[in-house]
């Protein structure tokens, strides 16, 4: 079967940084993204990932190992408005998206 | 418009009730998608289209059917509705269907079905 494991929850504390992890099993890879989802709200884009190695976008980066079927999401300088879920998602063989459960990540003054 | 909008924003169900979710895109997207949210559980897909004219089966489609006359609208209708169909429902949308292309997601419809 296809399976998207990430933790459940996470705590971090303001202006420190947090590495949120994800690991998959899919039939096909198209590529990983990252969204963020804010309490009562859609989710919204952070990254995506197609090759190995680390992509840098401000305070948030994305890595993958393909060969590992491993990504994380990297957040540098955490503020208070990063209180939110992640959402690891794979596009497999048929394109379609298959989603992680999320991370619920708790900043901390 | 600005981007996706899904109506109704909330609603409560009797069960055996039929019922059409509502979902817009202003961005002249190829692509869309319908999703249900469940705690503890990712984004589910429960239909989805590449095209106007086009609609295929995601990944939990029974009880829900859609369509898609045109390239703003994707309707998802509840022929009947159960309990267990008590969730959030996500439309989404991308310009198309290849695998780089990012969803934009409307801000979602609670349901509750009782």
């Known amino acids: 079967g296809q399976n998207i494991d990430q933790p459940t929850e996470m705590t971090a504390t303001e202006g420190a940084i947090v590495q949120i992890n994800c690991t998959y099993q899919?039939?096909?890879?198209?590529?990983l993204f990252w969204y963020q989802q804010h309490a009562g709200e859609a989710p919204t884009f952070l990254s995506y990932?197609?090759l190995d190695g680390l992509e840098e976008k401000g305070r948030f980066s994305s890595f993958l190992s393909r060969s590992k079927g491993y990504s994380y999401l990297l957040l540098k300088e955490l503020q208070m408005k990063d209180s939110a879920s992640y959402l690891c998602?794979?596009?497999?063989?048929?394109?379609?998206?298959?989603w992680g459960a999320g991370t619920k990540l708790i900043i901390k003054p | 418009i600005a981007g996706i909008t899904q109506a109704p924003t909330s609603q409560i169900l009797a069960a055996g009730r039929r019922m059409t979710l509502r979902c817009t895109q202003d961005?002249?997207?190829?692509?869309m998608y319908w999703y249900r949210q469940d705690l503890g559980l990712g984004l589910r897909l429960i239909h989805y289209?590449?095209?106007?004219?086009?609609?295929g089966k995601g990944e939990v489609p029974d009880g829900y059917s859609v369509s898609r006359a045109n390239t703003d609208d994707f309707p998802l209708t509840l022929a009947s509705a159960v309990p267990s169909q008590t969730s959030v429902y996500f439309c989404?949308?991308?310009?198309?269907?290849?695998?780089?292309?990012?969803?934009?997601f409307g801000p979602g419809t609670r349901l509750t079905v009782l």
């Open positions: 989404a949308s991308s310009p198309g269907q290849e695998s780089y292309n990012e969803q934009f």
């Open positions: 961005m002249r997207h190829n692509a």
């Open positions: 289209s590449n095209t106007a004219g086009t609609t």
């Open positions: 899919t039939s096909g890879f198209n590529g």
């Open positions: 990932n197609v």
């Open positions: 998602a794979v596009s497999t063989s048929n394109y379609q998206l298959i």
